[in-house]
């Protein structure tokens, strides 16, 4: 049975930080490529990071140099590290796992973890 469990998100006022945490199993982590995601009120889903097995790490423009996607494999947990919020990055943050197949990739969600950044 495939899982993602994320835990870490709450409130916290600008400039201040958070870390997202998103505990994976029932698949083989290692070989996939781990992502984070964002939804605000009213707007769609978006990209905030993502970190193949090896390679470059993808970022959004808006979280460059604030965030930081890491994994841990012997853990199967992936993170998020958030510098310096913002309000505009209040949003459900989804962590996201593409299990490479010989089709196409299998995409598994977490549950979302609300992240409300306000004074």
């Known amino acids: 049975q495939v899982q993602l469990v994320e835990s870490g998100g709450g409130v916290v006022q600008p400039g201040g930080s958070l870390r997202l945490s998103c505990a994976a199993s029932?698949?083989?982590?290692?070989?996939?490529?781990v992502g984070w995601f964002r939804q605000a009120l009213g707007k769609q889903r978006e990209l905030v990071a993502a970190?193949?097995?090896?390679?470059?790490?993808n970022y959004a423009d808006s979280v460059k140099g604030r965030f930081t996607i890491s994994r841990d494999d012997a853990r199967n947990t992936m993170y998020l590290q958030m510098n310096n919020l913002k309000p505009e990055d209040t949003a459900i943050y989804y962590c996201?796992?593409?299990?490479?197949?010989?089709?196409?990739?299998?995409?598994?969600w977490g549950q979302g973890t609300q992240v409300t950044v306000s004074s």
């Open positions: 970190q193949p097995p090896t390679g470059s790490i």
């Open positions: 029932g698949f083989p982590f290692s070989i996939s490529t």
């Open positions: 996201n796992a593409q299990r490479p197949t010989i089709y196409s990739p299998l995409n598994y």
